[in-house]
Every structure is written in structure tokens, then in C-alpha cells.
């Protein structure tokens, strides 16, 4: 009997059970503050490898690590109480062989306790997403735009934009279904295919940059703040905080360097 008071986090058969419902909202999270805003509006927060881009600086997510993953999952964990949160699989920590996702995903599971991982790829992972799924990890599948692959894809480019393409992208939902995936990413996927996917498979699909007729959308949180620099075409911006930090960052400066601040309401006495 555990002496914690219990958390109650939505799980990965409820957000299966939103299939066809109301729409599944989801964000992604790097740390703990922005974890906990948004935990009150979000059915799932999402630990992306987006976070080498976005936080770290690098040119494409290939470069995370598994470290760098479970320490930002952790500081989600922290942040969030009630949101599902689901942790990505970094670029070389599966790809190999099901028993090597199985190791690493037992990793993230255990050091974040975070309650799924996603992973990148369709019908090329079923066999690694049963893996995980007959030995109690819950995963997100990822079809589409599969940011991990861009150097065999050519780049970042939008999925199924010729019909002669869809069939491969129908098959790889349906292979992840199969495979046990409780949900599916669906990125950069035009938005008829998108909408002819999600009614074809059982299991919610999470779109970004693709239909409004997905189960859900996801968004990378910094994108839709207005803090990023360079946004997808499909990035609605909900905020400009980029703009509000940086008007914050120069009124500090000015004041500082007119010796203005600190004023005396910001400073300390001493006692008498
Ligand atoms: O890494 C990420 O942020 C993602 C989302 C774009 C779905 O995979």
C-alpha cells in the first residue's frame, strides 16, 4: 500500500476511449513550469525531441539523447498532475530491434514514470510497437512527417499530397493500429488523407498540420506562444510572448542602465 497521496493522471485507454469524441487537446512540455500551466486545459502532455530544437539550439532532433529526454520527462512529471504525459523515443534509442526499444522504453518509464512513449514510423515499427504494448508500455505511434527521417525524406515535407501516395500512409495507420498503439501522430498529412484515416482506424489520431476532423490536435507549445523564431505554415500563433519577453528584457536594461532599478521598494533596510 503506497504512503503517497495518490495523483490521478489520465491514462492511455482514456485517451483511446476519446476516439470519435470530444477532441483530445494536447501540447508539448519541456519543463516543469510550462508543464503546470498547462496541465489544467490539456488531455496529454508530450515530452517531444522537439526540445533540441526548440530549447537546445540544434538544426534537427537527431542529436537528442535518451539523458536529455528522461531529465526533461522528469521535470514534466514534476510540473504536471492530472495530464497523461508521454515521452519520445530520441533518434537510435529503438530503431535497432524490439528488445532495444524495450530496454530504453523501460528507461524512460521507470526514471520519469511518465505513463507512454511515442515513436516515430508506421508499418516499419509494428513489430516494435507490439513489443512494447504485450510488455505494459502504452505508445503513441507517429506517421506522416516523421521529423527523425528527414534525411531520407529530403526535408520537412508535408505527407500524401498526391494520391498515389496515400496508400502507403493507410497502410502504416493501420499496421500501428494492429500493432496495439493506443494513438496515432499524424504530421504534416494533407487534410484529406488526414480526415480518411481518422475515420478509418479505431484508435484516436493526434493531428499537427493536418485536419480538423483528427480526434485532436497538438502543437509544440513554444510555436503556438509566439515564442519561436521560425513556425510551419500550419503553426496558428495564440500568444506573442517572444514579443512580451523581449519588451520585459529591454524595460529591465533601461532602468538598469539609468540607475533607476532597483527602486527603493525593491532593495532592503536594515533592521534597527
Ligand atoms: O517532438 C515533437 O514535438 C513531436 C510533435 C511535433 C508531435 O513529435
Redesign the pocket.
Known sequence: MSVQKPIRRTTAPQITARKGGEPIVSL?AYHAHTAAIADNHVDFL?V???LGMVMHGFES?LPVTLDLMIMHGKAVMRGAQKALVVV?MPFGSYEESPPQAFQNAVRIIKETECGAV?LEGGARMAETVNYLTERGIPVMA?IGLT?QSFNVMGGFKTQGRTRDSWQVLEDDAQAVTEAGAFAV?L?AIAEPLAARITEQVPIPTIG?GASAKCDGQ?L?MEDMLGLSPRVPKFVRKFGEVGRFIEEAIADYSAEVRSRSFPAEEHTYDVKD
Do not use: F, R
Request: cysteine-free; hydrophobic content about 35%.
Open positions: 508539448t508530450l517531444g525531441d522537439s532532433t519520445d511515442k507517429h521529423p501522430v504530421e499537427i497538438i509544440v
